[in-house]
Structures are given as C-alpha cells and as structure tokens.
C-alpha cells in the first residue's frame, strides 16, 4: 500500500518509492502536516511539533485556556479562516450570514485505488489503476457544514503525488469562495529555502530566477486569463546549497491553464508556507446547497538527489502519464514546415504546393498551412470565428489541396484560433454578445482582436461543431492551436452581476471541454498548442497537446535561455522549437543543433534555399531521425548555465539503459587565446567504455573519466559553432 493509516496514531502516511508525505489528525481534530522528503518507516513524527505560548498568537475557544495551542504556529494540512492564524490562507469563504470564518477539522477520510478525478479539469491519469492509491481526506466546519475534501493520489514509481481539493456546501444557503488553493505545503524548518520559478515576457519565456525566501510573502502568479509568458504555473522550493547533483528540492507544478496564484512566505518563527492555486483577484464562485467546487490539480515531487533529478521526475511522469496520444510514444512525429515565415497571409494553393515540393527536397515530411486560409482573411483585421475554407485562396477547395500535398508525400496540417472573434467577421456580426464586451465599455483590443466567451455553452457549441467539420473534411494530420492575446473584459451576457466573478474559471472549464469535443474526438490527429509561442505552456496543456510552441522568437541563441528554464518541467519531445530565417550570422546546423533541443522543424521559405543549404537542411532532417529515440526519451542534462557568463553551453540526453548518450554544444563567448575548455559528462555508467563519435580524432573512454575527467572542446572556432557528441557503449 503506497497509503498507510495508523488508526492509534492517527497518522496517515504516503509512500512513493523514494518518498514518504506524512500528516496526523492532531489536536482538536486538526489536521497537521508532519513531514515530506526521503523515505522512512511509518513512525509517528508528531514529535517534531513543538508548543509554546505565543504572544498576539490566538488560542482555539475549545482549547480549554491551553495557551501554548495557536493555528498562528501550528504546521497544517489545509489551513482555516479567522481561527487565529495570520499567514498566508488555503480558502476565503464568504458564508450565507456574511461572516468570513472557516474552522475545517477532521471528519471522515477514504483511501482506494486509482487516481482521484475532477469535474471539467485534466488529471494525470494512471495507465494501471492498482498502482495508485489516493486518499479522501473530509475536513469540515461544524457550524456552517461546508466541507472540504483533500484529495492525494500517490503516483509511487514515480516520485509524484497528486493533490486537490473539492469544497461542498453542506449547509442549506449558498456561500461564496473568494479564494481557494488547491493545496497548502508548510514546513516546520524554512529559513534556508531558496524560492525556484520561471518568470519572462512574450519572446522570452520560462527564464529562470532563483531568490532566498524570505519573511516575506513571496507572489509568482498570472491575472491574464491564460498561464501566460510573464509567468509559468511552476515553483520550487530548494534547499539554499541545492545544486543539479544534490541537495532537497520540492518542485509544485499546477495544472490549470487560466489565472493562477502562488505564493510563499517565511513566518516570524522560520516556518515557510506555499500554497498555489486559482488566482483571487477577480475571483468570486458562488457554490449553492449541495453542490461542489473542483480545484486544479498540483503535481508535487520531491528529491534530496538535485535539480535534475527533480526534472527529471517531471520528465517521465509528463511522458507517461498526461497524454495518452498515440503521437507520445507510438507514432514518430514528422519534421514539419509552418508556411508562416514563408507566406505570412500572401498565398494560394498553387503557392502551398510549391513551397510543399520545396520543403520535400530538405527532409520535410509535413506542411502546415497557418493563417490565413479562412473566411476573407488576408491580414489581421478580420474574419476570424469564420471557420469556412477561403475559397478565393484555396481555390480546389482543402480536401483538393490535402490530397496534392499527401501526393508528394507529404502529410498536412492546418491553424486554428478558436477562442478569438474579428469585429470584422460573420460570427460577431450575427453575434456580438459572443464576444466580452462589458456593458456600456468598450473592450479593449489586441491585435485586432476580440475575447470569445468560452463560458457559454452555445459558443463552445459552435467552436466543436465548425472546426470538426473542417477536420473531417480532409485528410488533415496536425493542427497548430493557437491564441494570441490575453483575456480582459471579463464579463459574460450569459450570467447576471452576481455570478460575473465566476467568468475567469468558468473560461477555463469552457475551453477545456471545447478542447475535450475536438482532441479527445481526433485521436489520429496530432495537436500542437501555442499562446503567441509560449503564453499558455503548462501541464494541463499537456494533457491535450502532445507539444506545445515554445515561442515566437526563433532566435537560436535566445532559444538556448528558452529550452534551459523550460527543461526545469517540461521534457525535450514537449518544446516546439524550429530552424528559422533568424540569426542569419548563425550557421544553419548550429540553429539544427539547438532545434532538436525540442521537437525540430522549419520556419523559413524553402523555395529560395540554394543547393548548398538545401544539403544542410536535408542532413539536419536525417540527423533528427537519427537521435529521435534518444532526444524524445531519454534522460536529460543541463551542462552548462545560459544565464551564467559562460563560454560554451551544453546539454545532454542519455539513453535509459546508458547504453548511448547525445551532447550538444556550442560555443557563445570564445576569446583570442582563451583556455582551454572541458565539457563534463553525466549519467553514464562509470565502468562502460564509449566510443566518442563526432569528436576531432578517435577517442575511446569511461564512463567515469568522461564524468569526472571531460571531453575537451577545440580552440581558435568561430562563436556559436556546435559540436554534438554521440557516445556509444562499446564495452
């Protein structure tokens, strides 16, 4: 049993295979949180709380004048409301009366097999329902009969546990959550934490920062209406001496792909809270009698073996246990060519096929026709909501122009903007309360473009009822999901002033069951999501898109900052990235180079490539068949920090077995005579001989002098040339 409950000791402890999460019903039936971090026995840890009186620290009534007794020090599982504790709260309940209080204590709990579920939100899911357990833990406020569920699915290979929280209203009137994490992690010893997120900007996604957490209370979060570029839904807390290779790190991944909320904060006593969840701001649900309110999902692992490892585990569980397309394991996903940066909206079908026969001769297996092909589109004033073929581009008509393109050989692929509406179009034309739009308010635009209301059921409606039809109208192989913009105007002609707080989440469920009516519905279809490149890469993503584009800068040296913070969570086969146009002083296989640090594939005008580059390009193409299996699926390195005023900068892919392992480098800031540079290998076995294939002269070593003794990088090479290593075990 991955999930153990002590009946005398009212201890509950979670067990994965390198873990163990313990929590006790505690005084008063309170529920404290007594531990997380390396395996151990199930022994009552409930030693580690240690009481005192605490001045302007409240005492329970019930606590019987016990001074020493204060929610304000005492390490929970889920905190209360007004119930004397100060910190950084897990619910805001506004009850019927008005009153804001809560005091959830002990109630009942379940334990069973397989991973728990929510209404309208993804999950992780199990593909063998006995391997894991999940616990039902009910807290519940006597007097007011609102009851939370603390839901905990023990994911025990994989180091994760998986954790929820469900509110039912008990009571017999309707209450009003303000605010509603869907976890609360505090721990008794914080002082030397170091607080991990992925902060950034539209370009320039998931860099990374790294601050002491302090007595502060630390804020990482998105009022966007989408995860967004500026932040991503992922934190860590690590130990301050925490490197790659050692030391404790607890990383939080949020599945939710709307407004988000994280924060942290170091007590006056040293003890650190997170909690993480639903963004408050503009935030008000009201849940009637009877009902109940889901909260996303948090995915949470923890190592005492480094950062990497903590990827790691994020790695593996994102391949196995989100998305469970063919496209993840089964099915080699194709070198694609976006006719983006080739046509923009300038182009027809007779153009389409030529840049097709274009595209073939350097390796390409797949075109995507992007904007454009729809309603009267020819820039980015109009039409879109009208999800009807162009004709007076498309002039064969799609189902003419896919076949033309399956003849070459080729597969096909289109884009879409499904949540977006034109002012100029037929949709907002026969209906403009589709759009958000606040009354007597005009609604801010960009890029020229409406807000639809993903929380009506008739729009969502429409969206799964037209794009399904241009998706069974031809033999269409992929599709680029795209938004470009953030969301304002929150308002919704669907609901009355009471309930207009409800309208960021209820989007999000929204856009989750449109993406339910037609991925879910298309499991022969490989689907790719993006934000204006990188604004809505998260986990719940991922459970829909097999990938996700990781930005539109396609800039390879930028990208080299993009992929590493993006590697702290997401695996390689994950991170949309291409060779491109820019950078022209970089050379073509230095941009390959870093491109296969994703998922590879071209943004660029095949038809004006020479001879000379169209030979680059097709090795390029076979170069990532070749290492598909071992970019895709094996263990990931980061050598060498970007964001460090380094001279090289490397990473590193090694085959589960270690019987082969890929390195990439490439040169950012050489200088005239510099020394000599080393490039440390990881995760090979120390007693296996490689042969180091690609290097300048034949070179045969062991995994442990290639470890700890290196690979020396050649001198005197121009800036930003790549060098890739393949390692193959020989003996």
């Given at each position: 049993m991955a999930i153990i409950y002590n009946q005398n000791k009212k201890t509950f402890s979670l067990h994965t295979a390198k873990t163990t999460y313990q929590m006790k019903i505690g005084n008063l039936d309170y529920v404290n949180h007594l531990y997380y971090g390396a395996s151990i026995r199930d022994e009552d840890l409930s030693y580690l709380i240690k009481r005192y009186d605490r001045g302007f620290s409240g005492n329970p009534y019930d606590s019987l004048k016990e001074r020493t007794?204060?929610?304000?020090?005492?390490?929970?599982?889920?905190?209360?409301?007004?119930?004397?504790?100060?910190?950084?709260?897990?619910?805001?309940?506004?009850?019927?009366?008005?009153?804001?209080?809560?005091?959830?204590?002990?109630?009942?709990?379940?334990?069973?097999?397989?991973?728990?579920?929510?209404?309208?939100?993804?999950?992780?899911?199990?593909?063998?329902?006995?391997?894991?357990?999940?616990?039902?833990l009910v807290i519940e406020d006597s007097i007011t009969k609102v009851q939370v569920t603390l839901l905990y699915s023990v994911f025990e290979e994989a180091d994760i546990i998986m954790r929820a929280v469900r509110v039912h209203n008990g009571g017999k009137e309707t209450i009003r959550l303000k605010r509603i994490m869907s976890f609360n992690m505090d721990y008794m010893n914080g002082q030397n934490l170091d607080l991990i997120s992925l902060p950034g900007r539209y370009g320039q996604e998931r860099q990374v920062e790294r601050q002491p957490l302090t007595h502060h209370v630390h804020k990482i979060r998105s009022g966007r209406g989408i995860s967004s570029h500026q932040q991503n839904p992922f934190i860590a807390l690590v130990e301050r001496t925490a490197n790659e290779d050692y030391g404790a790190c607890y990383g939080f991944a949020l599945m939710y792909s709307g407004s988000f909320l994280a924060e942290a904060e170091l007590d006056q006593y040293d003890q650190a809270r997170l909690v993480m969840g639903i963004n408050d701001r503009l935030f008000s649900y009201a849940v009637d009698p009877g009902e109940d309110f889901d909260t996303p999902a948090v995915l949470m692992t923890y190592t005492h073996k480094g950062i990497t490892r903590m990827s790691r585990n994020y790695h593996d569980f994102f391949r196995d246990n989100l998305n469970d397309s063919r496209f993840i394991k089964d099915v080699r996903r194709p070198v694609l060519l976006n006719t983006w940066e080739a046509a923009f909206f300038d182009f027809d079908d007779v153009k389409l096929v030529e840049i097709a026969k274009a595209a073939k001769k350097i390796g390409v297996e797949m075109i995507v026709m992007d904007d454009g092909w729809f309603g009267r589109r020819n820039d980015d004033n109009s039409s879109l909501g009208d999800w009807y073929v162009n004709k007076d581009k498309i002039r064969c008509g799609l189902n003419d122009l896919v076949r033309q393109i399956n003849d070459l050989g080729l597969k096909f692929g289109i884009w879409f903007e499904p949540e977006m509406v034109s002012e100029d179009s037929d949709l907002f034309r026969s209906h403009p309360d589709w759009a958000m739009e606040i009354p007597g308010r005009h609604a801010v635009r960009s890029r020229n473009q409406l807000v639809l209301d993903m929380s009506r059921r008739e729009v969502q409606d429409y969206l799964i009822e037209r794009i399904n039809s241009i998706l069974d109208s031809a033999n269409i192989y992929y599709v680029k999901w795209d938004i470009n913009r953030a969301i304002t105007d929150l308002w919704s002609n669907s609901l009355d002033s009471e309930h207009q707080g409800e309208v960021s989440h209820r989007y999000v469920l929204g856009l989750y069951r449109v993406m339910d009516g037609i991925i879910k519905t298309h499991p022969d279809i490989m689907f790719e999501g993006c934000a204006g490149g990188g604004g809505r890469f998260d986990p719940a993503m991922l459970t829909y898109f097999v990938q996700y584009w990781s930005s539109d800068n396609t800039k390879p040296l930028d990208n080299l900052k993009l992929h590493y913070g993006s590697s702290f969570l997401y695996p390689v086969c994950s991170m949309g990235a291409h060779v491109s146009e820019a950078s022209p002083m970089v050379p073509l296989e230095t941009k390959a180079a870093i491109a296969m640090c994703g998922t590879f594939g071209y943004e660029l005008d095949a038809t004006k490539l020479n001879e000379k580059e169209i030979t680059a390009c097709r090795k390029m193409s076979e170069r990532y068949?070749?290492?598909?299996?071992?970019?895709?699926?094996?263990?990931?390195?980061?050598?060498?920090?970007?964001?460090?005023?380094?001279?090289?900068?490397?990473?590193?892919?090694?085959?589960?077995?270690?019987?082969?392992?890929?390195?990439?480098?490439?040169?950012?800031?050489?200088?005239?005579?510099?020394p000599q540079e080393y490039i440390m290998c990881k995760g090979l076995d120390a007693k296996t001989i490689y042969r180091v294939e690609g290097y300048d002269s034949d070179l045969e070593a062991s995994g442990m002098a290639l470890m700890h003794a290196g690979i020396p990088i050649p001198r005197e090479i121009p800036e930003y040339t790549a060098f890739q290593y393949h390692l193959k075990a020989i003996g």
């Open positions: 007794f204060s929610l304000d020090a005492q390490p929970q599982e889920f905190t209360t409301q007004q119930q004397g504790d100060f910190r950084i709260n897990s619910i805001e309940v506004e009850n019927w009366d008005g009153s804001f209080s809560f005091d959830g204590r002990y109630r009942s709990h379940r334990i069973r097999k397989g991973p728990f579920t929510l209404s309208g939100l993804p999950t992780a899911f199990a593909t063998d329902q006995d391997t894991v357990d999940t616990l039902e068949h070749e290492y598909y299996d071992l970019n895709f699926f094996g263990d990931y390195y980061r050598l060498a920090d970007p964001f460090e005023q380094v001279n090289l900068v490397a990473w590193e892919t090694v085959a589960k077995d270690k019987s082969e392992a890929l390195i990439t480098v490439i040169t950012v800031n050489l200088t005239v005579n510099g």
